[in-house]
Structure formats: structure tokens, C-alpha cells
């Protein structure tokens, strides 16, 4: 072969590997966009970061840490959202999950995780105490304990306030109180990221707030996962000021019946200069972070209503 041959040879080639370097660089970056517009899948690599996925169950509560090769589940919606869950978690790249927590036996919190605990290999599943005498007000409990039995998790009954470590995830897990009304036996998970906070409320109502506050427990937080979906039984003005969120989310169904949520703790919200994502007008919700700075990034853009 000439000289010259080889010299065309080499220059088509190299000509090649800068066009197909382009094509993949830009095919990469467009799909990364595409898939936070879509969140149709979220590549391995973004793992790395750290990330709470509010995730959108409709009338339900759900929400994924991820972070590198952790990830901790809190509740999974109704029984219907089960397997999009799974698959949702999968598309994020685990296979299994260190931590499921299931707040307290509603069907809008438990009724997802029948699925998961069936399908996902779990370190630990993380259930509050409950009163014998409310196991009346459980949905699916039954159903909920066999998967527990059948997987290979570790259970956690949690009745004292006890932490958590995976990674630099750091989770408190803070019961409830035990009355009549299930609600308030919701197991309350504080999460701290290097300086970041996140408070998971499930859904307490101002009785058990009045006790979190009276508790001393630090419960200041960057972001609060709204208490009972927005709820006016929920976020009473002292329970909003001890926290003094910065970002408020809140987990419901556009219209539904509940009326969920309430237009006077939306405002008690704004007044105190909080930030609300509402998923279900954002649709899924997450919080993408470096340990200092948060980005939240939403599924839909929003339109005023
Ligand atoms: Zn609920």
C-alpha cells in the first residue's frame, strides 16, 4: 500500500472517530435532558449525585434517596403504583435497595410496597409500633406482613427515635404517637446529606406535631415533605416556623376529593417564603443535590392555575 493510501486511510478514520465522539457527546447530553423532561430513565453514572426522587403516585406519598450505590425507599403509593415503582427504581440503576420504609398501614403509603417487598432484595424494612386496637384502620396489612416474611430483609419495628446510615445518608426514623387515629402513628424520617435536610412528615396532624415540637427534637429542615398530602388537619403555623423549610412538597392528586391541598397551608407555606412543588401539577419532583446547593428538577413545566 502507498504511502499516500495509508495517509487517506488514516485520515478517513480519525475523521470517523471525531464525527461518532460528536454524535455520542451530544446524543448523551440530549438524552440526559430527555430523560429529566420525561424521566424515562436516568443513567448509572448520574448515581453519583445525590437525589430525592418525590416520586408521583397521585393520591398516595412515595419518595426515593438515591445516592451512588444507596438508595432508601419511603412508602410506595397505592397497590396500583407497585410495579411502576419497581420498574422506576430499576430504570435508576439498583437491583436491590438498602432500606424500605413504610410509614405507617394506610393503603395510599403501604399498598405499593406489597409489590416492591415481592420484587426487590432489601437490607432492612423499617415499620412503626401499632396499637393492636387500630390494626382495624391497617389496608393490606396482611398482605404487606406476608411479603415482609417472604423477603430477605432485616425488619426494624421502630418505637424510640433511631438512626440509620448508608453511606452519607444519615436517616433519623422518629415515631409517631400511639392514639386512635393511625395518621399520627406515621414513622417521621428526618434526612440529613453533608448540609442539607429533608424532613419526611408522612401524615401527622397537628397532635403528633404539637408532640415532635414539645419532643425538642431537632426538626429544622431545607425541605419538608408536607404532612397528610397538604391537608388542613396538618402544618399548623408552629410545626411550619420550628421547621422553616425553604422548599415545601406536597404528594396528591390534581382535584381530588379531599380537597388536598388546603389554600390555608399553601399560604401559611408562601408567608414563611417556602418554595411549593405540588406533584400533581409538576408530576414526579427531585431534588438533585451537591451536599450544599439544591436544584430541584420537575417532570412537567408548570402552568399557573
Ligand atoms: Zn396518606
Known amino acids: 500500500m502507498s504511502k499516500r493510501a495509508v495517509k487517506i486511510i488514516l485520515a478517513v478514520t480519525m475523521?470517523?472517530?471525531?464525527?461518532?465522539?460528536?454524535?455520542?457527546?451530544?446524543?448523551?447530553?440530549?438524552?440526559?435532558?430527555?430523560n429529566y423532561a420525561g424521566l424515562t430513565d436516568?443513567?448509572?453514572?448520574d448515581r453519583f449525585k445525590f437525589y430525592v426522587h418525590f416520586y408521583d403516585v397521585g393520591q398516595g406519598d412515595c419518595s426515593i434517596i438515591s445516592y451512588d450505590k444507596h438508595c432508601v425507599v419511603i412508602?410506595?403509593?397505592?397497590?396500583?403504583?407497585?410495579?411502576?415503582?419497581?420498574?422506576?427504581?430499576?430504570?435508576?440503576?439498583?437491583?436491590?435497595?438498602?432500606?424500605?420504609?413504610?410509614?405507617?398501614?394506610?393503603?395510599?403509603h403501604i399498598?405499593?410496597?406489597?409489590?416492591?417487598?415481592?420484587?426487590?432484595?432489601?437490607?432492612f424494612i423499617v415499620i412503626p409500633v401499632i396499637p393492636d386496637s387500630l390494626m382495624s384502620d391497617a389496608d393490606y396489612y396482611d398482605e404487606f406482613t406476608i411479603a415482609v416474611q417472604n423477603s430477605s430483609a432485616q425488619v426494624i419495628y421502630i418505637s424510640e427515635v433511631q438512626d440509620l446510615q448508608y453511606g452519607g445518608i444519615n436517616l433519623t426514623l422518629i415515631p409517631g404517637i400511639l392514639t386512635d387515629n393511625m395518621n399520627n402513628c406515621s414513622l417521621v424520617t428526618k434526612l440529613n446529606f453533608q448540609n442539607i435536610s429533608v424532613l419526611f412528615c408522612a401524615?401527622?396532624?397537628?397532635?403528633?406535631?404539637?408532640?415532635?415540637?414539645?419532643?425538642g427534637i431537632d426538626l429544622s429542615a431545607d425541605v419538608i415533605k408536607v404532612p397528610h398530602h397538604g391537608s388542613d388537619s396538618s402544618s399548623s403555623d408552629a410545626f411550619i416556623n420550628t421547621v422553616k423549610p425553604k422548599y415545601a412538597i406536597i404528594s396528591d392528586l390534581l382535584n381530588n376529593s379531599y380537597g388536598h391541598p388546603d389554600?390555608?397551608?399553601m399560604k401559611r407555606y408562601k408567608d414563611i417564603g417556602a418554595e411549593i412543588y405540588r406533584t400533581d401539577i409538576y408530576g414526579n419532583v427531585i431534588l438533585e443535590s451537591d451536599g450544599d446547593e439544591i436544584n430541584m428538577i420537575v417532570e412537567r413545566n408548570f402552568h399557573e392555575q
Open 15 to 34: 475523521l470517523f472517530v471525531i464525527l461518532c465522539s460528536c454524535i455520542l457527546e451530544h446524543y448523551g447530553e440530549f438524552e440526559r435532558l430527555m
Open 42 to 45: 436516568v443513567y448509572a453514572e
Open 75 to 108: 412508602d410506595g403509593g397505592e397497590k396500583i403504583n407497585g410495579k411502576e415503582l419497581y420498574r422506576y427504581i430499576r430504570k435508576l440503576g439498583y437491583k436491590k435497595v438498602d432500606c424500605i420504609i413504610a410509614t405507617h398501614p394506610h393503603s395510599d
Open 111 to 123: 399498598g405499593g410496597l406489597i409489590y416492591l417487598v415481592n420484587h426487590i432484595e432489601a437490607d
Open 203 to 215: 401524615d401527622i396532624e397537628t397532635e403528633c406535631e404539637n408532640y415532635l415540637i414539645q419532643s
Open 263 to 265: 389554600k390555608a397551608v
